[in-house]
């Protein structure tokens, strides 16, 4: 595609419930980061996928929070047992190889009731 | 650890007036700075890189690693100019992953 997609743009979920973000990158981009915005702050890092491999999740907050890329390309990331405090915007990026321009997806708004 | 500082969440201005967003950072070692923008309802897309030294849209960011500073300035702001701006930075050594500052809310009047 032409650029980063991110599938819901919207979700809606009830504490307690399980819930997939799915990422898609820009073809050949071996980078790929997920980032949690909450209102008025800036983009959080949660982790950082280098081809297959999480190269950094030191920003996942806690177990709850797991992510996956196992072709190296599209990338889900993964929320168990929601709470109300996970409502935010998640934000994919993704960047070439040795590139440092980050190129974002639009996001996807959760939010839990 | 690296860490972005936008001191201002909001900066109010008139058409034709100039323009200054801060940004402080704090890192160990040489950074990369950005900035990024997010115009209403569009994603989140860079504006300008320090390495690069360029002008975009006008505007234009000089790094001042005495001060660690990375300001973004343009001479005469643009109703078009107003958005979301954030300031970050990536690490040397091959950690490219993008820390960003809490952003700031250009309004630029008529």
């Known amino acids: 595609g032409a650029g980063v997609s991110q599938t819901p743009s919207n979700k809606v979920t009830e504490k307690g419930k399980y819930v997939e973000l799915r990422c898609d990158p820009i073809s050949g981009h071996t980078a790929l980061y997920w980032y949690r915005q909450s209102l008025g702050q800036g983009p959080e890092f949660l982790i950082y996928f280098q081809g297959t491999g999480a190269a950094d999740d030191s920003g996942l907050p806690n177990d709850r929070f797991f992510a996956v890329r196992p072709e190296g390309s599209v990338s889900t990331l993964k929320i168990q047992r929601t709470e109300r405090g996970d409502s935010a915007v998640y934000l994919c990026?993704?960047?070439?190889?040795?590139?440092?321009?980050?190129?974002f997806g639009q996001g996807t708004r959760l939010t839990v009731v | 650890a690296q860490r972005v500082t936008q001191p201002e969440k909001l900066l109010s201005v008139f058409k034709g007036a100039p323009v200054e967003l801060k940004c402080n950072y704090s890192y160990s070692g040489s950074p990369e700075l950005f900035w990024y923008v997010q115009y209403s309802r569009q994603r989140l897309q860079l504006l300008l890189r320090h390495i690069s030294r360029e002008s975009i849209k006008g505007f234009t960011a000089d790094l001042n690693k005495g001060e660690t500073s990375f300001h973004l300035k343009k001479p005469f702001a643009q109703e078009e100019d107003s958005a979301m701006y954030y300031c970050?930075?990536?690490?040397?050594?091959?950690?490219?992953?993008?820390?960003f500052g809490r952003g700031t809310s250009l309004i630029v009047h008529p």
């Open positions: 990026a993704s960047s070439s190889t040795g590139g440092t321009e980050a190129f």
């Open positions: 970050a930075l990536t690490g040397s050594g091959g950690s490219y992953i993008p820390t």
